[in-house]
């Protein structure tokens, strides 16, 4: 089992940018690839950005690139999101989720995270 705490969510303006974590407890953290994941409200559940259990490969959903970046630390158990610019189309509960490779859907994830609000205001 992995369980998995998000944090860093808030009330931001149209570009300004925000820091999500996500810390990881349970079994390995570093044997797992990590993703983000953002659910608007009457929207299903999209992907954000993923990075594999190295670090070495990242992805990104072409609405975020550029934008966004993804990043881990190993040694403290936990996945980053940086996200910049951001637009009030970004505005969604935040997840993130556990896997054996990176990917970008949803129903691959074995484990997930709770959610952390972020809310962009024009």
């Known amino acids: 089992q992995v369980q998995l705490v998000e944090s860093g969510g808030g009330l931001v303006q149209a570009g300004e940018s925000l820091k999500l974590s996500c810390v990881a407890s349970g079994r390995t953290f570093s044997g797992y690839a990590m993703g983000w994941f953002r659910q608007a409200p009457g929207k299903e559940r999209e992907f954000v950005a993923s990075i594999s259990w190295s670090g070495g490969s990242t992805y990104y959903a072409d609405s975020v690139k550029g934008r966004f970046t993804i990043s881990r630390d190993n040694a403290k158990n936990t996945v980053y999101l940086q996200m910049n610019s951001l637009k009030p189309e970004d505005t969604a509960v935040y997840y993130c989720?556990?896997?054996?490779?990176?990917?970008?859907?949803?129903?691959?994830?074995?484990?997930w995270g709770q959610g952390t609000q972020v809310t962009v205001s024009s």
């Open positions: 989720a556990a896997h054996w490779k990176a990917s970008m859907i949803p129903r691959e994830y074995n484990y």
